[in-house]
């Protein structure tokens, strides 16, 4: 049994061997690092007004998407979706968390009251592609511009990870029959 750490979200996991996604934020394979490689200071980072400016924006992304997948989470006419969305919320969570933390910024008080969605679970799913898109485009951007190396890093970890779950929207329509 190891400890492991994600560069991203900095959770620790127990297991013998690397995930092949991080099950907390869900970054790839190659940010799950040994417990001594992960520095203590990884987030004390020195912010343009920029970078701030855009983990701001990513705050009230991940809020906003936080709360639609937890209102999603509470249909329980298809279970599966339902647990699969509230998976999801957490991972969205856990990226407000960390934007948060690098902007030295306190969690949006919020984070945990569900959205009202539609009970259509297929435009439901749709809504869920534009949103991840959205983030995974803007995520993008903001590590092209982005001038300190962590900033940097962690828009492309996650811009990585709202590409995945448009995937999992794929699946989730599939399964939907939409």
């Given at each position: 049994m190891k400890m492991l750490r994600c560069r991203i979200c900095g959770e620790t996991y127990l297991g013998t061997e690397a995930p092949s996604?991080?099950?907390?934020?869900?970054?790839?394979?190659?940010?799950?690092v040994d417990s001594p490689e992960?520095?203590?200071?990884?987030?004390?980072?020195?912010?343009?007004?920029i970078e701030r400016e855009d983990l701001k924006a990513s705050i009230e992304l991940e809020r906003s998407n936080t709360r639609f997948y937890l209102g999603m989470a509470q249909h329980k006419d298809e279970h599966v979706l339902s647990s699969a969305y509230k998976r999801l919320a957490k991972v969205e969570a856990e990226h407000c968390e960390l934007f948060?933390?690098?902007?030295?910024?306190?969690?949006p008080e919020d984070l945990n009251v569900p959205l009202e969605v539609s009970s259509d679970w297929c435009a439901n799913i749709a809504e869920s592609v534009e949103r991840e898109q959205r983030a995974s485009r803007l995520y993008r951007q903001f590590?092209?511009?982005?001038?300190?190396?962590?900033?940097?890093?962690?828009?492309?970890?996650?811009?990585?990870?709202?590409a995945d779950h448009i995937e999992l929207d794929g699946e989730a329509s599939s399964y939907a029959g939409c």
């Open positions: 996604h991080c099950p907390f934020c869900g970054a790839h394979r190659e940010y799950i992960y520095p203590a200071d990884i987030n004390e980072v020195q912010l343009t007004e948060c933390k690098l902007a030295s910024l306190e969690e590590a092209e511009r982005a001038t300190n190396e962590r900033i940097r890093e962690v828009f492309e970890a996650v811009s990585a990870v709202e």
